[in-house]
Every structure is written in C-alpha cells, then in structure tokens.
C-alpha cells in the first residue's frame, strides 16, 4: 500500500441569519482547501534558491581571490584611479557574497536546515566587542555611537556566531538608516531571567503601518529606487528567526523622524536550558565556517 500525504486547510464558519435566528438554528460552512500543490511548489523554490545561491559562490570566491591577487602582485603598479577600480570591485563581491549568504540562510531556516551550535556564549562581550568594530562604519557617517551596561560575563546558551550575526544585524541597520552625525546607542541589560540588548537610533524612523510586516522576508521601507540605499530586506527575518531558535525575540518601538529602538531579547543561561538547548542539536554538526552555518542536510 502506498499513501500520499495531502495537506489540507479546513476553514469553519457559522453562519446565522439576522432575522429568524430561532426558527432556522445556525448552519456551519466547512471549506477544504488541498494546498500539497502550492506547498510543493514552495518548497520548489525555496529549493531553487539555494541551489543557484550554492552555484554562485564558487565562481565567486575565484573573482575575489585572484582581486586580491592582483592587489598584491601589482602593488606597485596599481595606484589612483586602477587601485580605486580593483577595491570597489573587491567592496561588490563581498556584498555579493554577504547576499549570498543571506539567501541560503533563507533557504536553512525554510528547509529547516540551520544547524546552531550551541554552546555557552558570553553575550556582554560578544556585543561589547560588535559595537567596538562597528565604530569605523559609524564614523565614516559621523554618526556618535555608545554603549553602556555589563562588558561581559553574561552567559547565554546559543550560538556565537549566529547571535554576533543578529547584533550586526541590528547596528548595521541603525547605521544605515540614520542621517550624517545622528547618534547610535547600544544598552545592555539585565531584565528578570533575561538579558536585553537594545539599539537605538536617532535614524529614519519607521512608518506604523511598517511595522507588522518589518521582519517579514524581502520587507522594506526605505528601500525606493531612488533612496539609494541597498539591501535585501532579508536581515530582519532571518535575525528574527535566529533568536526565536534560541528561545528569545526582537521587538521594535519606533516613531518616523524621531528613531528607533530595536531590542533582542534571550534568557539567561542555566543548567537546566544549557542540557535542553544540546538535546536539540543534531549530534554530528560538522565544521562550522567562518560565518554562516553548515547544513545537516543539503539535499537539493
Ligand atoms: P535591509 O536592511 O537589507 O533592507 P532588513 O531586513 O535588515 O533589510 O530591514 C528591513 C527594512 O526595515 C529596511 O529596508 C528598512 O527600511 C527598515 N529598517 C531596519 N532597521 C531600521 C532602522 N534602524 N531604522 C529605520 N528603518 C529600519
């Protein structure tokens, strides 16, 4: 016997008519709706994404290498204009290698690929240190940035990378949606069981109508033609998701022309959480890259 599994979505309604509710009762409308299809067809693309994504590093990485290759064999010879040329096109393939990335992140956490691996971080550090290298970015855009709180030993279980990413994440943003010479202020704190690491910026603002749809894939507001500001909208969703794998969330407050405050929030560690977290975790997580994570299972 062979079964074919369908996925279906039942919609019950009651309806009752205004007039005679007593005479007549109410009658129930139930609607079956097959969806295997379109959720075949989903899973299509999101399998087509991440194969083209997978393609696509490979002739990548040789453009990059042999970039810098020529940076340094031609060192010499490699100056104004020709020296400006071969750096913005290292700048262009390292975005197209962060977009990349960001798509077969996409493709993991549909798939349910994302392999975490999860150990004990110290938060306070890792978002101490974030903010530390982000203050060159910051200061090409003039823009202050502080931070004020614990400096470490704030453990967490999750993982290092993963959670650096979502901190990035969040302080790229707050950097890229704020004018020249606005300011940019990380808090890090303790609230109840939790740690709360919060980011706020003196940027754009957010538009309440936005807002539900923020962490949403392929979501953006400030993303016109004509603003010039490049991105994906992918950041937020897969941040969003990353902290919900590690048990916590990120919330936004925001106000348009004013700022935005983003928080990412994650339990503390305990013994109990350390074990349960590890139970999750597949047992032979392989080696992990020097950003992004390696897939359990690549079946394209
Ligand atoms: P991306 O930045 O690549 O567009 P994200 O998912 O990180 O994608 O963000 C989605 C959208 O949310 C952005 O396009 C931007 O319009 C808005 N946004 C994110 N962070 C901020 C912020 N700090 N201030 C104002 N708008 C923001």
Known sequence: KTYVIHY??????????????EQSGSHTIVTIHDETRSRELEAMKVDFVSMAAHELRT?????????ELLKIKERENLQGENKRYVDQALISAKELGDLINNLLDVTRIEKGTLALHMEEVDLAASAHQAVQD???????????????????????????????????????????????????????????QTFAVSVKDTGY????????NLFTKF??????????????????????????RHG???????????GS???????ELTA?????????????????????????????
């Open 205 to 212: 603002g957010i538009p309440k109508a936005s807002l539900p």
């Open 248 to 258: 916590g969330t990120i919330t936004v407050e925001s106000q348009e022309g004013i």
């Open 134 to 192: 982000a203050y060159f970015t910051a200061q090409k855009k003039n823009i202050s940035l502080s931070y004020a709180g614990e400096e470490n030993n704030c453990m967490v279980v999750g993982d290092e990378v993963a959670l650096r990413e979502i901190i990035n994440n969040l302080l790229t943003n707050a950097i890229k949606y704020t004018e020249n010479g606005g300011s940019i202020h990380v808090n890090f704190g303790k609230r109840g």
């Open 219 to 244: 979501y953006r507001v400030h993303g016109g033609l004509d603003s010039g500001s490049t991105g994906t909208g992918l950041g937020l969703y897969i941040s969003k998701s990353i902290a919900e």
């Open 8 to 21: 279906v979505k039942v919609i019950v309604s009651q309806v009752r008519s205004s007039n005679d509710q």
């Open 261 to 267: 405050t983003f928080t990412f929030i994650i339990p």
């Open 272 to 300: 109990a959480r350390l074990d349960e977290m590890k139970q999750k975790q597949p047992g032979n997580l392989n080696v992990r890259r020097h950003r992004g994570w390696v897939t359990q299972n690549i079946n394209r």
């Open 59 to 67: 002739p990548l990485a040789a453009i990059s290498g042999y970039l």
